[in-house]
């Protein structure tokens, strides 16, 4: 039997009559907690990685331009192309959604070797400490899209199916919620234990790896539950959606990333 639940409202509040909503909270609270606890790591006498607060204010807004700039431009690109030809101004309507992690993912490696190269650092050190704090704001942009009612799963009739008082008519997976559980919970879990209790961090571009592997294994299951967007559709008759298809990219790229890192002399 599936789940009724009410619709929550997409403006968490606002402020002087401008509407805040959950998607830009979960922004906010996912790149706030992404830099405190990269700033503890970096504070441990066994870091790999020290920058000083200017160094590493720089690199959060750094970080900030490239997962928006590169999250807005993978999904105009990868998802609905011939939708923004048609209307280019909606390329810069952020607060009607449609943003992509793997293009976000790709803006964020840009941003971040563009910031290392100014500052003579390697890169793969700051990629590798990112890896540890990603899911952070994997799980609240996950939640954020349950919220918005936004991504939702495939027609089930199983018990985890779930309906929207007023709004479906069918009950749908939850895939936003396995998606913030698996992308954020079991990966935030899993990079802490390879951080703390393996030697992996000595090896830069090691831990980046395995998070790129640990993403697209995570992201590919959820997409057996999620439903494919609907401008697009299954990419093939055995049921590809555009998320596996970029997900298994990343896998290949992150095992290449992850085997050079091991097998690269210290």
Not at 72 to 82: A, C, E, Q, S, T
Not at 193 to 211: K, Q
Request: charged share 10%.
């Amino acid at each position: 039997m599936s789940v009724m639940i009410n619709p929550i409202s997409p403006v968490a509040f606002s402020v002087f009559g401008l509407p805040v909503r959950w998607y830009a909270l979960a922004y906010i609270v996912g790149f706030v907690g992404g830099y405190y606890l990269f700033k503890y790591l970096m504070g441990r006498t066994d870091a790999q990685l020290k920058l000083d607060k200017h160094q590493l204010d720089d690199l959060l807004t750094f970080v900030i331009f490239g997962v928006i700039l590169g999250g807005r431009l993978g999904y105009v690109l990868f998802y609905n192309l011939p939708f923004f030809i048609s209307n280019p101004l909606e390329i810069f309507a952020l607060w009607h959604g449609g943003m992509s992690f793997h293009g976000g993912l790709v803006g964020l490696v840009c941003a971040v070797i563009l910031f290392a190269h100014k500052r003579k650092i390697n890169a793969w050190k700051i990629l590798d400490m990112m890896a540890v704090v990603a899911p952070i704001g994997l799980f609240f942009g996950r939640i954020a899209n349950f919220i918005n009612m936004e991504l939702m799963g495939r027609v089930t009739d199983s018990p985890f199916g779930v309906m929207f008082a007023g709004v479906d008519a069918v009950p749908h997976y939850p895939s936003p919620l396995f998606e913030a559980a698996t992308e954020g919970v079991l990966l935030f879990v899993l990079m802490q234990v390879l951080y703390y209790f393996t030697g992996l961090r000595h090896r830069p571009g090691a831990l980046a790896g395995i998070m790129g592997m640990g993403y697209a294994c995570a992201r590919v299951f959820c997409e057996l539950f999620r439903a494919p967007d609907v401008q697009i559709g299954f990419l093939t008759s055995w049921g590809l959606t555009m998320g596996q298809l970029l997900s298994g990219i990343m896998f290949v790229a992150g095992t290449i990333i992850f085997l050079l890192a091991i097998y690269r002399k210290k």
